[in-house]
């Protein structure tokens, strides 16, 4: 299985924050990585497919870059709503695996 | 727009078999995507199960194949996880969510979940 490794597990930020999250495969995946959103007690929602591409209704403050094996995502200006979990997800091989989880939190 | 919606018994005793459907509206199963199961213990990250394509076709997580079946009703319209010989370890928020494809493939939308908890 590809392990997927997430940085940091956890941050503080403000509003307003440019913010980065970071997330390495453990072996070349191309450009298979989507990220999603999870607030508590909800189920995950897509953000960010095949690295960079917005998934619709998701607002233009979240950006995703990288290939082979490291990934980002940033959020260029925290916004009170955006405080919670994300996770990255390699679909370069079955199984699909996901990172363990970035919670991002209010300093 | 497309909602999964899933569903089960909450409670199933260890070495017992948990069973759970997720009901699929405003789209058709048989017409195309697959259709997928990950769970999520609590306090901890995803896990991918399986996946079952439009014509029947199913893909297991290797470490759980020898326990898992996915199958699927297209007259309900909805599909269903099986899992054989549960433990401590398998209590999670169980989610259905969407597909595109196996390779290449993200999750998109997710039903809000079921919590399926194995105690005696």
């Known amino acids: 299985d590809i392990q997927m490794t997430q940085s940091p597990s956890s941050l503080s930020a403000s509003v307003g924050d440019r913010v980065t999250i970071a997330c390495r495969a453990s072996?070349?995946?191309?450009?298979?990585l989507n990220w999603y959103q999870q607030k508590p007690g909800k189920a995950p929602n897509l953000l960010i497919y095949a690295t960079s591409i917005l998934q619709t209704g998701v607002p233009s403050r979240f950006s995703g870059s990288g290939s082979g094996t490291d990934f980002t995502l940033t959020i260029s200006s925290l916004q009170p709503e955006d405080f919670t979990t994300y996770y990255c997800?390699?679909?370069?091989?079955?199984?699909?695996?996901f990172g363990g989880g970035t919670k991002v939190e209010i300093k | 727009q497309v909602q999964l919606q899933a569903s089960g018994p909450g409670l199933v005793r260890p070495s017992e078999t948990l069973s759970l459907t997720c009901a699929v509206s405003d789209y058709s199963i048989s017409t195309g995507y697959y259709w997928a199961w990950i769970r999520q213990p609590p306090g901890k990250g995803l896990q991918w199960i399986g996946s079952?394509?439009?014509?029947?076709?199913?893909y297991f997580n290797p470490s759980l194949k020898s326990r898992v079946t996915i199958s699927r009703d297209t007259s309900k319209n909805l599909f269903s996880l099986r899992l054989m010989s549960v433990t401590a370890s398998d209590t999670a928020m169980y989610y259905c969510a969407r597909q595109p494809s196996v390779k290449g493939g993200w999750f998109d939308p997710w039903g809000p979940g079921t919590l399926a908890t194995v105690s005696s």
């Open positions: 079952i394509f439009h014509n029947g076709n199913s």
């Open positions: 997800q390699q679909s370069y091989s079955t199984p699909p695996t």
């Open positions: 072996q070349n995946i191309g450009n298979y």
